[in-house]
């Protein structure tokens, strides 16, 4: 893996990690075109990335992160039990699902039910929740399993807790803030796990690379929360919607 190998990676991962549009999804597609191999080297780099977007949502919500927020930290962790449970346990049978064509078709999927959601759930006027703090265990819950949808390549996690905390009464800033925070215990669940188990593979890595790709994957997720906050202020997900499908469209006529 090359420098601009890593700035290119780290820029998706910091730029789509928190929107609605799969990560996971754009790095495989990514690297498909980079012609990058997924050695010691690219586990490394992935756990490293992941690692600067943990600390962006930190950095982003730092008055979240204390003992008086003891409460909303319960219910972010009770969303986190099923993904936690789910993945665990069907580990290898989610791998397998790696591959551009699934990516390609829950893009669309997801695309789809974004313009769904947009078009018959959510009403002008309606009395939605404006702070994450108001969510409820019961709708925490509810968000946590839709989450577990996330693990199918391409459905992205952002997207899934978005459209869960939406269907439970979220306003479409809080739902974000919401999958903001939850994302934190998921990404350093996979973290520490990718960690401990490549933790080998760093000693063959490029440490210059390794920081490059953190230091861009940071400060890109780190202002694209700030972002699409903003966005949400004055926009819907409907373009979002339209982005998945265009661009499930684009890989199924690219790599079929």
């Known amino acids: 893996m090359t420098i601009f190998d890593s700035i290119i990676l780290g820029i998706i991962e910091g730029f789509t990690e928190f929107l609605p549009i799969s990560s996971t999804g754009h790095l495989i597609v990514a690297s498909e075109f980079l012609g990058i191999d997924q050695n010691s080297v690219t586990k490394a780099y992935e756990v490293i990335i992941q690692f600067a977007a943990i600390l962006a949502v930190i950095f982003n919500y730092k008055d979240k992160f204390s003992l008086k927020k003891i409460d909303l930290w319960s219910k972010v962790f009770l969303a986190f039990i099923p993904i936690g449970t789910v993945g665990y346990i069907f ?37 939605l929740i404006d702070d994450v703090e108001k969510v409820t265990f019961k709708q925490s819950l509810v968000i946590g399993f839709a989450q577990i949808f996330a693990l199918i390549p391409g459905t992205s996690r952002a997207g899934s807790t978005i459209i869960g905390a939406l269907l439970v009464g979220l306003n479409r800033k809080a739902s974000a803030e919401f999958s903001f925070l939850l994302a934190f215990p998921v990404m350093s669940a996979v973290t520490a796990y990718d960690l401990l188990k490549h933790y ?31 966005f949400l202020e004055k926009f819907t997900f409907v373009a979002f919607g339209i982005y998945r499908i265009v661009f499930g469209l684009f890989l199924l006529a690219v790599f079929n």
Do not use: C, P, R, W
Not at 203 to 228: M, R
């Open 200 to 230: 080998h593979e760093f000693s063959s890595a490029n440490l210059l690379t390794l920081a490059v790709g953190f230091v861009v994957s940071f400060i890109v997720a780190y202002l694209t929360i700030k972002l699409f906050l903003v």
């Open 91 to 127: 580990s290898s049978q989610i791998k397998e699902l790696f591959s551009i064509q699934i990516v390609a078709v829950m893009f669309i999927v997801g695309g789809i039910i974004f313009l769904i959601v947009e078009k018959f759930f959510i009403k002008e006027g309606d009395h």
